[in-house]
C-alpha cells in the first residue's frame, strides 16, 4: 500500500520524503493556505521532492473553471495530480480532463455511490474521507470496504486513496481492505513508527552492550 501525506508544508515533506516511504503528497486549500509565498512555486518544489503524485485541488466551483484552473494545475509539473470535488460539474470536469490525459483526484467523497461515479468517468484517484465520517458517528472504513468492493466487481482502475485519517488505525485498516493509499497528516505518518517496546527493546540491547564493552576492557 502507498503512503501519502497530506500536507502543504514543505519541511515536513522533506523529512518524511528523507525516510524512504513516502509515495506522494495531497493537498487542499485549506492546507496551501497556511503556507507562505506561491501556491503554484510550492507544489513545484514539493514535486521536485516528492517525484511522484502531488494533488493540487482547484477552487472553481463551475465546470468551465475547473477546467481552466485544472489544466493550469496541471501544467507546474508532470506530477501533478488535479484535484476536484465530488460534484455534478466535478465529475464532469474529471470526464474531460481525464479524456485530456490529466490524471484526476476526486475529493470530498462520502457515499460509495459518489466513488461509482467517480470511476465512471475515468478518475485516477478516489478520496473518501474517513476521519469526517468517523466524525460525525458514521463508520468512515465501512465506505471503504464498499468501495473496494465495487470497483473489484468491475475492474476500475481508479485508486483508492483513504483520506482524512486521524491515527494508525485508520491506515492499517485501510491496508487490510486492500485500499491502495492512505493519506496521513505529517503526525500520524510518524505515529506508525512509534512503539514503547521498541524504545524500551533498544534501550536494554545497548546497556547490554556497554556492560559487556566495559568488562572485557
Ligand atoms: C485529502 O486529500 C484531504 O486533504 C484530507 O485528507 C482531509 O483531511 P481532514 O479531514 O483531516 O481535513
Not at 15 to 30: E, H
Not at 39 to 64: H, M, W
Given at each position: ?105 476526486v ?5 460509495p ?32 470496504r ?59 540491547f ?5 556492560k ?6
Amino acid at each position: 500500500m502507498k503512503i501519502f501525506i497530506d500536507t502543504g508544508s514543505i519541511k515536513d515533506i522533506e523529512t518524511i520524503a528523507a525516510l524512504g516511504i513516502l509515495d506522494g503528497v495531497t493537498t487542499n486549500p485549506s492546507l496551501l493556505a497556511k503556507e507562505p509565498g506561491d501556491f503554484r512555486q510550492n507544489l513545484k518544489k514539493i514535486c521536485d521532492i516528492v517525484k511522484g503524485p502531488v494533488s493540487g485541488e482547484v477552487t472553481a466551483t463551475d465546470y468551465a473553471g475547473m477546467l481552466r484552473e485544472g489544466r493550469d494545475i496541471a501544467k507546474i509539473d508532470q506530477h501533478m495530480v488535479v484535484k476536484v470535488p465530488l460534484t455534478r460539474d466535478g465529475i464532469r470536469a474529471c470526464k474531460t480532463l481525464a479524456g485530456e490525459g490529466i490524471r484526476v483526484n476526486v475529493t470530498l467523497c462520502f457515499t460509495p455511490a459518489q466513488a461509482l461515479l467517480a470511476a465512471k468517468v475515468g478518475a485516477s484517484y478516489i478520496s473518501p474521507f474517513v476521519g469526517r465520517l468517523d466524525d460525525i458517528s458514521t463508520n468512515g472504513m465501512e465506505l471503504i470496504r464498499d468501495i473496494v468492493e465495487i470497483y473489484a466487481n468491475y475492474d476500475f482502475a481508479t485508486e483508492v486513496l483513504v483520506a482524512s485519517c486521524r491515527h494508525p488505525i485508520h491506515v492499517i485498516e485501510a491496508a487490510r481492505l486492500g485500499a491502495d493509499i492512505a493519506t496521513c497528516p505529517p503526525a500520524v505518518v510518524d505515529q506508525l513508527f512509534n512503539h514503547p517496546l521498541t524504545n524500551i527493546g533498544l534501550e536494554k540491547f545497548l546497556k547490554d552492550w556497554e556492560k559487556a564493552q566495559a568488562v572485557k576492557a
